[in-house]
């Protein structure tokens, strides 16, 4: 299968477009559905398309400009939704065959009426892994989503199919939802951008659970600009639709510091090499942080362990009450980590809860000091569908867990991470993750626009 990714278009271009009369929001509706049929087959994407419900959306959007009513950046843009967001009149699968989650919604999430209130048009919901429960994306009742650099690889997941549907140019925004690295991974895989913002940024409500006190809303882009531009529409409460620079800092002296990737996981050099080249070369001199293992993020190596802990023992709670009579309708992999879960005492996880808190104190001193953190978003390029190990080294690891390793930690602190496309190795995208406080968020847009110029500059 060759490579489906195309130049897509952003949402700043769109927008400028139908402001400009250059277009309208059906026409974009329009060419959105069209690309879907003809790149969805390929990458398994989209999960269900809702033609007229779009139609009519985008119909509204022309109307209101029309009558000079400006709803901001998404206005006539067409979007897609995981399919655990709950959206009125359509199913929530969760990618299963399970009761779970199979009845047809009574009312919109609560992020889809913002999304709705900015004037975006909902095109469909995308795949996912089963239950948002695994970071490879090829374990779901509608088959796996696939990577459009090259379908025969993964798209990562949870959240495969927004990141598929953004890097195939269907759609220039997909929301996905991020526990452990379910948007920074397929972003990073697939070679988009993906934004997980602080906990609790955007609302849940609506949203199926996996682990709620890990669970975030995030979202895709082509860019950071319009990562930042959705983020500002979809995010209110006391920052009235801004994200600010709490701390006062500008990217011109900010203390970037590079966590280096082996300190917390094992990492292929050749992405190490990449990532921090794509810093330097854009006069980003990252300082060293404190050695990981003996410093301030103290001891590393339980860092997964306590991260597992706590989502295993949450998951299982969420699906319980639908599991007898239902394994046969569960992934078998799935089912086994939430039988994993099962097994979590309330000790175990207590003390994990304890080491968490430990864990995001330390990372908060250590973002005092160095206001963005730095380093790969994940340690391996995409490995091939249903690949269930990789080598890294001497060591074959689970590629789960090697997925998730450099991500899981920052949602158990709950703070902004970011991941921008920063280069290619044999072909296949790598991703830089910057993180930074809640309030900072600015910070990470400014460097990652530095990085994607060269990125950008580098692929012609």
Not at 155 to 176: E, F, N, Q, T
């Amino acid at each position: 299968m060759s490579n489906l990714v195309t130049t897509p278009f952003t949402i700043s271009e769109l927008g400028r477009a139908l402001r400009q009369g250059a277009t309208s929001s059906v026409q974009l509706v329009r060419d959105a559905l069209h690309r879907i049929e003809d790149r969805n087959p390929a990458v398994n994407a989209f999960v269900l398309v809702d033609t007229a419900g779009a139609l009519a959306a985008a119909e509204q959007a022309d109307a209101a400009l029309t009558a000079g009513r400006d709803l901001g950046p998404l206005h006539g843009i067409p979007v897609a939704v995981k399919d655990l967001i709950d959206i009125a009149g359509l199913p929530t699968t969760c990618g299963s065959a399970s009761s779970f989650g199979t009845q047809r919604a009574d009312q919109d999430a609560e992020i889809v009426t913002r999304l709705r209130r900015a004037g975006a048009v909902i095109v469909g919901k995308t795949t996912l892994h089963e239950f948002a429960y695994g970071a490879t994306g090829d374990r779901s009742v509608h088959g796996p989503s696939r990577n459009p650099v090259n379908p025969q690889h993964m798209s990562g997941g949870s959240s495969g199919g927004s990141a598929a549907a953004v890097a195939a140019g269907m759609v220039p925004l997909a929301l996905g939802t991020d526990t452990a690295g379910s948007v920074r991974v397929p972003a990073a895989l697939c070679g988009v951008v993906g934004f997980k913002p602080a906990l609790g940024a955007l609302p849940v409500s609506g949203v199926y659970p996996l682990a709620p006190t890990l669970d975030h809303v995030g979202l895709f882009t082509a860019t950071s600009h319009d990562a930042l531009l959705a983020s500002r529409a979809l995010t209110v409460g006391p920052t009235e639709h801004k994200l600010m620079s709490a701390s006062g800092f500008s990217v011109r002296d900010v203390a970037v510091a590079w966590l280096a990737p082996d300190e917390i996981a094992p990492t292929d050099p050749r992405v190490t090499q990449v990532v921090h080249g794509s810093l330097t070369h854009n006069g980003v001199d990252p300082a060293v942080a404190p050695h990981t293992h003996s410093g301030v993020l103290g001891d590393t190596d339980d860092l997964f362990r306590t991260f597992s802990t706590l989502q295993g023992r949450e998951a299982f709670a969420v699906h319980e009450a639908h599991l007898n009579g239902e394994e046969s309708l569960i992934d078998p992999d799935v089912l086994a980590r939430l039988r994993r879960g099962q097994s979590v005492s309330d000790e175990q996880y207590a003390a994990a809860d304890r080491a968490r808190g430990q864990f995001r104190d330390r990372v908060l001193h250590l973002l005092e000091k160095h206001p963005v953190l730095a380093m790969p978003t994940v340690p391996v390029t995409a490995p091939h569908i249903d690949q269930r190990t990789v080598r890294l080294g001497d060591t074959t690891i689970d590629t789960r867990a090697a997925l998730l390793s450099l991500t899981s930690p920052w949602n158990m602190a709950g703070v902004p991470a970011l991941s921008v496309p920063a280069g290619h190795i044999d072909g296949l995208p790598v991703g830089l993750q910057l993180i930074t406080n809640t309030g900072d968020e600015e910070l990470l847009f400014e460097i990652a626009a530095r990085v994607e110029n060269r990125a950008t500059a580098m692929s012609r």
